[in-house]
């Protein structure tokens, strides 16, 4: 009997403390959506921010969080690519590979702080790329760079041993194997982990604040020349993204609307990773679909 | 005869091809090992200079409680104690910790053993959602919504250990759970059915059999939460109040290594003694999630011979 009764208490308990999770949770996100919503509309996603006066938008913050995180994207990509398919489909179990893994998992857990404060060090000061664009995608790639490694060797994981032995009857070598076979197959799960981290990255901010900089420049969004310092393309201007801007009006505290500003960018991000979220499982779905006879 | 042989012999279009691509794959990979290199090589080297060219003592630095860089102290040293800063990281990440894990594990017990199919169709969704959540959010809703009921509470400003604790558990939260899920989901059925069929009762069964098979995977998850904690620089920084002053209680303000490395970098000149210093706590930082990583492998080691 006393079991049983022990049951029904730790039971009632486990009970309260979901509810109260589930409670906080949603409570966090009530508050963002409630206080962020009413703020949004088509000015304030596209009006550039004012410093000292209220009725600022965040347009042009929206505007930087996007193209950097097409930039990082398209630098890290291609990288983690080549590191995923090398330690999936290549790397024997030696200690360079033991090495390798080891540095990947420590990148991965360095603090965003450190990494964009090396980031400020070596691209920034050293190779004199001043805050800009580039040198906070470079930092961004540092951060996204073992995550992303680690999905797309995951994705490749997946996939069946039958395939490669198929590719290898045929008389495919090993690399056609995997460019024609191998990464065909896994592409869905592929995307989808590029989506995920996307929404990481968009939202990072303390790697940027010494890296990307903190200002937001007026920009000609008539001017598409990237060589040209006001146009929205010109990676070696100074860009201060969403979550940067969230950060550094709360820190000043000079906008007098600084708490309504940042309430709708926060709700701004948060429905931005909501889509990246549903987006990743999509595409993922999408591609799988078009690619196989599943329709 | 001499062209079948000198094809047999020559390298082959596919041979070539599949070189290329070992090689452009590799170069990747040893790309990434350099950046961690010289992420250490670079840190390290100009944290290690306010030791070896600004001669300040290793002891004094990490044992001082007055943190002041530009001025100097009544020994004609600069005050550059960095006790404060460690002190109050410590804090909080120890605390928030504390807080989150019987949450995290509860809301885990609860997602997979008392009520799977609402823990993976609501609950696996919003704690996804909220791993993904920007920390400058989590600072903000810390700075309009914490802050202020901790001042309405207990006086003062506000800002503190206490505030930042909150938020950071807020934070970690839904990282440990979905962690904890993972464990939990990985303990094998049997171990359940047996528990069951000797007649245990779910409690039973979910405190003697799963969560002992689960406890290398949960305490992974627990440090995992605390690295994280230790390393969050902008939320932490919104709500701890930034006075780098030893913590005298939960709610007076004090500061923490990511919060006085965020304020002070800009403001200090490059390879200055007032610059090196705080190199040397982004090297604290860098040596303390090293050690985090190695806890969390010893975990697994330990975890894998059982």
């Known amino acids: ?295 | 005869m001499d062209q079948i042989r000198e094809s047999l012999l020559k390298t082959s279009v596919a041979t070539k091809k599949e070189r290329f691509g070992k090689t452009i794959t590799m170069a990747a990979l040893i790309l990434i090992g350099l950046v961690v290199i010289s992420i250490f090589y670079f840190v390290a080297s100009k944290g290690l200079a306010t030791f070896f060219t600004d001669k300040i003592n290793f002891w004094d630095f990490m044992t001082g409680k007055t943190w002041n860089p530009s001025t100097n102290g009544s020994n004609g040293k600069p005050q550059v104690g960095a006790l404060p800063m460690i002190t109050g990281s410590f804090m909080i990440t120890v605390l928030s910790a504390i807080v989150a894990t019987p949450f995290a594990i509860g809301t885990a017990i609860f997602m997979t053993e008392i009520s799977p199919k609402y823990g993976a169709k609501i609950l696996q969704p919003v704690i996804e959602l909220l791993v993904g959540i920007p920390s400058v959010v989590y600072g903000f809703i810390g700075l309009t919504v914490v802050v202020p009921f901790i001042r309405s509470i207990f006086g003062g400003s506000g800002f503190g250990v206490l505030s930042g604790t909150v938020v950071l558990f807020v934070m970690i939260l839904p990282t440990v759970t979905s962690m904890t899920v993972d464990t939990l989901r990985s303990v094998p059925q049997y171990y359940r059915e047996s528990a069951l069929a000797i007649g245990a009762t779910q409690w039973q069964a979910i405190y003697k059999v799963i969560l002992r098979a689960a406890t290398p995977g949960i305490l992974t998850a627990i440090v995992f939460g605390m690295a994280r904690a230790f390393g969050e620089a902008l939320a932490v920084q919104m709500v701890v109040g930034n006075a780098a002053i030893m913590p005298q209680n939960l709610t007076s303000p004090a500061s923490t290594l990511t919060s006085i490395l965020t304020m002070g970098i800009g403001n200090t000149v490059m390879g200055s003694m007032q610059n090196d210093v705080l190199w040397t706590l982004a090297l604290i930082l860098l040596v303390m999630s090293l050690i985090f990583n190695i806890i969390i492998r010893l975990i697994g080691k330990k975890g894998e011979l059982k």
């Not at chain 1, 190779?127 to 490749?156: C, D, K, Q, W």
């Not at chain 1, 303390?206 to 920009?219: D, F, K, N, R, V």
């Not at chain 1, 969004?221 to 070696?236: H, I, K, Q, T, V």
């Open chain 1, 1 to 295: 009997m006393q079991a049983k009764t022990v049951n029904k208490i730790a039971t009632g308990v486990l009970y309260i403390i979901a509810g109260l999770v589930i409670l906080i949770l949603a409570a966090l996100l009530g508050y963002i959506l409630v206080n962020g919503v009413p703020h949004l509309s088509w000015h304030f996603l596209t009006a550039p921010s004012r410093a000292f006066q209220a009725g600022g938008g965040i347009g042009i913050q929206l505007f930087n969080s996007f193209y950097l995180l097409i930039l990082t994207m398209l630098i890290s990509f291609p990288i983690a690519l080549g590191a995923g398919i090398y330690l999936n489909e290549y790397a024997k179990k030696n200690w360079f590979t033991t090495m390798i893994r080891t540095a990947i998992e420590i990148l991965s857990s360095l603090p965003s702080v450190v990494v964009g404060l090396f980031g400020f060090l070596l691209i920034v000061v050293k190779l004199n790329f001043g805050f800009s664009i580039l040198s906070g995608a470079i930092a961004l790639t540092l951060f996204n760079l073992p995550l992303l490694t680690r999905s797309v060797e995951g994705s490749l994981n997946s996939i069946s041993n039958l395939q490669r032995e198929a590719g290898s009857a045929l008389g495919l070598s090993k690399w056609e194997t995997v460019l024609h076979v191998i990464l065909p197959a896994a592409l869905p799960s592929i995307v989808t982990g590029v989506v995920l981290s996307a929404g990481r990255v968009f939202g990072e901010a303390a790697a940027l604040i010494y890296t990307a900089g903190q200002s937001a420049p007026a920009l000609d969004f008539g001017d598409w020349n990237p060589f040209n310092m006001a146009s929205p393309l010109n990676p070696l201007r100074p860009a201060e993204t969403l979550a940067v801007h969230i950060w550094k009006i709360n820190s000043e505290g000079i906008m007098p609307d600084a708490a309504a500003v940042s309430a709708g960018a926060s709700a701004v991000l948060v429905i931005a990773v909501l889509l990246f979220n549903i987006l990743a499982r999509w595409l993922g779905k999408v591609i799988f679909k078009r690619l196989t006879a599943a329709r």
